[in-house]
C-alpha cells in the first residue's frame, strides 16, 4: 500500500524534493505539465517553491512530493501526479485547492490547457463541471466561478 497522502500548500524548503519529483517523471508527463520539453533546474525549483507570482499545492507521501499543481493570476493551472498515485482521486483534490485558492483571489475562472490525448485530464476537468472546448490541436478547460 502506498503512504498516506497529505495535500498542502508548498513551502520555501520544499524545492530539493520537488526537484527530486520532477526528475524522477517521464518525459511525456513533463511535456503535459509545461506545455514544451523541459527538464527542471534548481533555479526553477527555488523559484516554484517560493510562489511569488504564483500559487502552488503539493502532495506530500511518506517525505516525498508525489504531485503537483501550480495557478496563475490569469487563473491558468496545470497539475501532474506521480504515476504510482494515480487514480486515487489526488489531482482532483489538488486541483480542489487551486479552485478554493481562486476563489479566496476574487479570480472570475480558472482554465487549463491539455492535449486531445490526456484523456485523464479532461476526464478529471469534466468531473469538476470543466466547460471544455476542443480546437483539433489542444484542448481547453474553463470553470467560471
Ligand atoms: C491528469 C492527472 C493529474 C490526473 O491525476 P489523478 O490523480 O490520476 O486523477 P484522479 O484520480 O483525481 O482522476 C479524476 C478522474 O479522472 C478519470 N481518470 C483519471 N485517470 C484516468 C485513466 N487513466 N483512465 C480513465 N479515467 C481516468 C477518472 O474519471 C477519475 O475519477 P474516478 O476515479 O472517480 O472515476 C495525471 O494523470 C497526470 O499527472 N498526468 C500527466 C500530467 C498531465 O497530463 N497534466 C495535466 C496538465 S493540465
Known amino acids: 500500500m502506498e503512504a498516506l497522502v497529505k495535500v498542502r500548500q508548498?513551502?520555501?524548503s520544499d524545492w530539493n524534493a520537488v526537484l527530486k519529483f520532477y526528475n524522477s517523471l517521464p518525459s511525456e508527463d513533463l511535456y503535459l505539465r509545461f506545455f514544451h520539453i523541459y527538464r527542471m533546474s534548481a533555479?526553477?525549483?527555488v523559484k516554484l517553491a517560493k510562489c511569488e507570482d504564483h500559487y502552488t499545492v503539493?502532495?506530500?507521501a511518506g517525505g516525498e512530493i508525489v504531485g503537483e499543481a501550480t495557478i496563475h493570476p490569469d487563473g491558468e493551472?496545470?497539475?501532474v501526479v506521480s504515476p504510482s498515485y494515480r487514480r486515487a482521486h489526488l489531482g482532483t483534490?489538488?486541483?480542489k485547492q487551486l479552485i478554493i485558492k481562486a476563489k479566496?483571489?476574487?479570480l472570475k475562472e480558472v482554465k487549463f490547457y491539455t492535449l486531445p490525448e490526456d484523456y485523464p485530464m479532461i476526464a478529471l476537468g469534466?468531473?469538476?463541471g470543466f466547460q471544455l472546448s476542443f480546437d483539433g490541436e489542444e484542448v481547453v478547460g474553463v470553470l467560471r466561478l
Open 58 to 60: 503539493v502532495a506530500e
Open 104 to 106: 479566496e483571489l476574487g
Open 93 to 95: 483534490n489538488l486541483v
Open 77 to 79: 493551472f496545470s497539475v
Open 10 to 12: 508548498i513551502r520555501e
Open 126 to 128: 469534466r468531473k469538476l
Open 43 to 45: 533555479e526553477d525549483a
